[in-house]
């Protein structure tokens, strides 16, 4: 069992940042892939960012590449997505989520990938 919860969000204007960071429970964090996903008001959950349990591998919507960074610290137990030049279309509620992995090849973009999930933290980008 993995226990997941985020922090970080908050209110910034377009192009400024803010970095989330989910601080995960139990001691086998180094052997789940973490992601990413947001849910904007009227929209479905997406996918965001994927990263591989060693960290060495990292996947992002194309949408967020080349904006946002996702990472990982395993000493810490605690995932990061660090956002630049934000956008207004960047609104949402932000998930992180924990996937039991059996590679390191394995960071998946799929949802339903995913074992475990956060209560979510609000990011809002105002114009």
């Known amino acids: 069992q993995v226990q997941l919860v985020e922090s970080g969000g908050g209110l910034v204007q377009a192009g400024g940042s803010l970095r989330l960071s989910c601080a995960a429970s139990?001691?086998?964090?180094?052997?789940?892939?973490m992601g990413w996903f947001r849910q904007a008001p009227g929209k479905e959950r997406e996918f965001v960012a994927a990263i591989s349990w060693s960290g060495g591998r990292t996947s992002y919507a194309d949408s967020v590449k080349g904006r946002f960074t996702i990472s990982r610290d395993n000493a810490k137990n605690t995932v990061y997505l660090q956002m630049n030049s934000l956008k207004p279309e960047d609104t949402a509620v932000y998930y992180c989520?924990?996937?039991?992995?059996?590679?390191?090849?394995?960071?998946?973009?799929?949802?339903?990938?995913?074992?475990?999930w956060g209560q979510g933290t609000q990011v809002t980008v105002s114009s």
């Open positions: 139990g001691r086998t964090f180094s052997s789940y892939a």
């Open positions: 989520a924990a996937a039991v992995a059996y590679s390191s090849s394995y960071y998946p973009s799929d949802e339903v990938q995913y074992n475990y």
